[in-house]
């Protein structure tokens, strides 16, 4: 069975799944677009984009690039508040800021 | 050096298992390194067990070989980690123990969905072993001068002392260290890389800067008569043709000659001669015909070798055509091995192939040092042209089997985007349903890469070796960052192991190590080392994964009792010997097959049979455990049963590939669907009547 849990920190657990799956949604468009392009349009990858770049090298790079930019914001978006936190949220999920143990 | 460098790291990485083995007693010592690692170590530790040999060597292959078709893996290798971060990662950790079966059973308490899941994580794990195994014997075959197996059978051992000793404490700080190790020295070759530009091949061996194994290729001027060619080589008359025709227009797109020569030979003074070809010096053992000896030609006092060997016609619209030098390896009806038409053996190997032959007039003879944005342009610029290997297999009619490589020129433009590898665009003749089933297999491939991240089992027991689920989230965003930085330096790795001529025509999965060497020995020596860290990462977390769903998933659920902890340490560390031995005898089973294309068919497997049940466990509230069981056990039987079925596996049975059941390799656009599919109809089917999820378990 689930421990038992604040209405607060469910709240908080909410609003994290939901940004997850939002932030989910939009890397699947953008990915999928790379996807159709390299198998409709090929030709289309091999034109000139950006920095000298062609657009396949540009696209597959800016993939890699937004996955670690999405990472960086989720992980911002995710930081327990500092003031009106629950302590129960800091216990369920571990502190967020601190040293953790080993 | 490079053996000096294998032995110090099998000395740490036994010193360290010797070590962890002491924390490693109880049952969360060894399963889960008692949930203590820190999440920075724990992020580390995450890129080294997923930068697995199919990142390190068979992506850098790939992309030497096929261009931007490798780099595809980079990316949907990448993209998956989306998934595992957002959907995935602390949920993992809140809902678990020990392992993700756990979480996957934790709203159920069905002891079905344990044994599913675990048998789930047993069949991922073997698939992903394979190609890591392979790796293994690839990589200590050339490093310390052994066979493919023993090398297979070296790593294995060393995984299973690892594993079995120092559990889950020993096999993290081994991928730390290894994570570690590959983001710096890739690094490291990508600044080498840089620093020396892009040269033409022959100006790259004529200064000595391709390494030691790279060879300058003749091309001669040659006169077609008919099928016969009057070649410009000393003694030269054709013996031999053979075409590669193209399926589609029926038309002869390559053609080979077999020449007949005479090379300069040298009396040993041993009864026998040499000669060189290649910059090799083969031995001839002289003798008549009927004793399979070489017969020697004497010309105004000077010996002859006769030899034949294979060139490839390079005809022109201006009359200017040519013969351009290949290599080959022959398999004679007795058994013996000519290379390059001479007898093979130390003294007589294949040379390296790869190289730029054009780059664009701006940059003059060569670009010298370029930033790392300025080598991809020029790499892809349509005057740029460079030399990929390729190759065609083939028996002539006297019972010879063929292996003839041979430089292919690819325009940049081309090199640099889609469809060398997997051809995505109609080519000329070709039926609509091929074009479509390339576009299938292509488009199955990116989803199962997409979707099976998250689902590998050695990736989802890292949850638990965290304290808190939010550790778990920053963790993985530390592997986030740090497998994508090591994706980026992986096309830097591949275009320079091509640029630099520095490809073993016979496998792929060399690139990186040679492309190292044509930087020095010690160097060489260090990426070697690493490469067998990144085996041993891998296969140690696979293992471990392998072992906690043996012993704590399906052990008392088969057997129908508890076990003490002590029997379940016990148990876990045979299993990671028994598993150990299996991935062993498979790795030399499979010898030969490209790492990152087998590692596709793993993600595969784990998106079908996991990543449904994991993802409607969490989301959606009717979920039955009778539905997860279901789509889990559909999963697996869907994707394995479709990959035994398709075109690669039939030609590895010796059928023809066409003729296959399945006409795509990758399985996930069928198998994915279907679990999903089947978890919704039977989870509908059964609610109400068993076990169901109370909530979105999302929120535990």
Redesign the interface.
Known sequence: M??H?SAAE?AF??R??G???R??LI??VI?AG??VL???R??W??GRAL???????AY??G???V??I???V??QL?RVPSSGSPRAAQS?????TG???? | MAIAVFVIFVLLVLAVSTHAGRRARSVGGYFVANS????G?NGVAFAGGYLSVASFLGIAGLIAFFG?DG??Y??GF??G???A???IA?PMK?MGTFTFPDALN??FSHPGIQLAAGLSVLVVSLFYLVPQMVGAGVLVEPLLGIPHFWGVIIVGSVVIVLVAGGGMTSTTYVQFFNGGLLLVFATVLTVAVLARGISPADRLVEEGAGGPESYRYQEVAVELDGNDVRADLPGARTVGRHAIVDSNTGAESVVFYRVSRLLPASADGDGGYTAEIKGRTPYFETGTAEQRGWEIEQIDGESFVRIEDWWRLMPSAGGADRLLETQYRAVQPDGSVLVNGAPAGAANRLRQMGGVSQIPEEYGEATGPVGP??L??VL?DRSTVVQRPKTAVFSTEAGERVTIHYQEPTEG??F????LMFP??AREGEPAVTTLLN?LN??SL?LAL?LGTSALPHILIRYYT??????A??S??VA??GI?LF??LT?YLGVGALTGGALNPETSNMSAPLLARSFGEVLFAVISGIAFTTVLATVSGLIMAASGAVAHDLMGNILRREFSDKAKVLSGRLVAVVVGVVGIVLGISFRGMNVSFMVGWAFAVAASANLPALLFML?WKKTTAQGIIASILVGIVSAVGLILLSPDMWARYGLDPAGAPMPINQPGIVSIPLSLIVLVAVSLATAGKGEKS??P????
Not at chain 1, 92 to 96: E, N, V
Not at chain 2, 36 to 39: A, F, R
Not at chain 2, 697 to 700: E, F, N, V, Y
Request: proline share 5%; glycine share 8%; with cysteine.
């Open positions: 689930a421990p849990v469910e657990e909410r994290k799944s940004i997850g799956i932030m989910t890397y699947s990915y790379f996807v390299s198998v409709f090929p030709s990858m091999g920095l000298g770049l062609n657009l396949a090298i597959g790079l993939l890699i690039l996955a670690i999405f990472a960086l989720y992980n995710c369920a999920t571990g502190p967020d040293k953790q143990g080993g | 203590s690692i820190h999440w170590v931007y780099f595809l980079s990316i990448l993209a980690w989306i998934v971060l957002f959907v602390e809140r934790r709203n944005l300025r991809l342009s892809s433009a081309e640099m985007r889609p469809g995505l665009e576009r292509f488009i990116m997409f965290v304290p808190s689920a939010a550790a989230r920053k993985t965003i986030i960052a994508g994706y980026v096309m989301f109370e909530a378990a999302a929120i535990p």
